[in-house]
């Protein structure tokens, strides 16, 4: 078993340097059920012109549901694309990792307004509070709308696209490197397929965040209402089905 499972490894190697200066993503897996439980998974990314490149892999956590595996790249026009796998539960069969798709993630007239509809929510309720407003940050906005696409891929999460929870705002410290202070809020929500439908129903989500009881434990309405962050990039990505997944990721 582990010949077979070195060999794979290998193989995979041998492609990314055959690849050489394309950009390119392999998938090494370790099939078998019984290699599941040690969780042997990884991505490898082989960037285009020598741009970081950020890989997360965390550990399964059973036989039904493999371990997100994540890969990332930053380049200075931002994240530009990402995989990972999926809960075979409701996602996949079998032992064959779910990959969510490559590049650039869609934009929509929708999901530009409601990126507008909810960083003007942000700002209004901060107004409201006598603190001053966030400005309007693209990189982040760039970052925040892959993790929205990637959850409506691999589920509903702060580690996804992030890889596991040591990954932390791992990707947000690509983006501003000597940055020291971050956070992230995401909401998801259905619709009937309206735009008003749609804002209305993340607003809803919005305003319970920012609400949340005064207390230690209330990160969303810290992060929302915090005097220390000062730029906020919101991303929006809404499902065939009508699911709206929102993140929005801040920086002092």
């Known amino acids: 078993m582990f010949r077979k499972t070195a060999i794979r490894w290998l193989a995979a190697l041998a492609l990314c340097v055959v690849a050489g200066g394309t950009m390119s993503s392999f998938v090494a897996w370790a099939a078998s059920a019984a290699s599941m439980d040690r969780g042997a998974g990884l991505v490898l990314f082989v960037p285009a012109h020598g741009e970081r490149s950020l890989v997360g892999a965390s550990r399964v956590v059973?036989?039904?549901?493999?371990?997100?595996?994540?890969?990332?790249?930053?380049?200075?026009?931002?994240?530009?694309?990402?995989?990972?796998?999926?809960d075979h539960s409701t996602h996949n069969t079998g032992s064959?990792?779910?990959?969510?798709?490559?590049?650039p993630p869609p934009i929509?007239?929708?999901s530009t307004a409601i990126e507008r509809y909810l960083f003007n929510q942000i700002n209004h309720d901060r107004?409201?509070?006598?603190?001053?407003?966030?400005?309007?940050?693209?990189?982040l906005a760039n970052g925040a709308r892959l993790h929205s696409w990637n959850m409506a891929h691999c589920g509903f999460s702060h580690s996804c696209p992030d890889g596991d929870s040591a990954f932390g705002c791992m990707r947000i410290t690509y983006e501003f490197p000597n940055n020291n202070d971050c956070s992230e809020a995401i909401s998801s929500t259905g619709s009937t397929g309206t735009l008003a439908s749609e804002e209305a129903g993340i607003g809803s989500i919005q305003e319970g965040?920012?609400?949340?009881?005064?207390?230690?434990?209330?990160?969303?309405?810290i992060h929302l209402t915090s005097q220390t962050l000062h730029s906020v990039g919101v991303g929006v990505y809404v499902?065939?089905?009508?699911?709206v997944y929102a993140t929005e990721d801040m920086v002092s």
């Open 62 to 86: 059973s036989k039904n549901v493999v371990s997100t595996v994540v890969t990332q790249q930053w380049t200075s026009h931002g994240w530009w694309g990402y995989c990972c796998t999926g």
């Open 209 to 221: 965040m920012v609400n949340e009881p005064d207390s230690p434990s209330s990160w969303h309405r």
């Open 96 to 103: 064959v990792p779910l990959l969510a798709p490559w590049g």
């Open 127 to 139: 107004a409201v509070r006598g603190l001053y407003l966030y400005s309007w940050n693209a990189t």
């Open 108 to 110: 929509t007239t929708d």
């Open 239 to 243: 499902s065939p089905g009508g699911t």
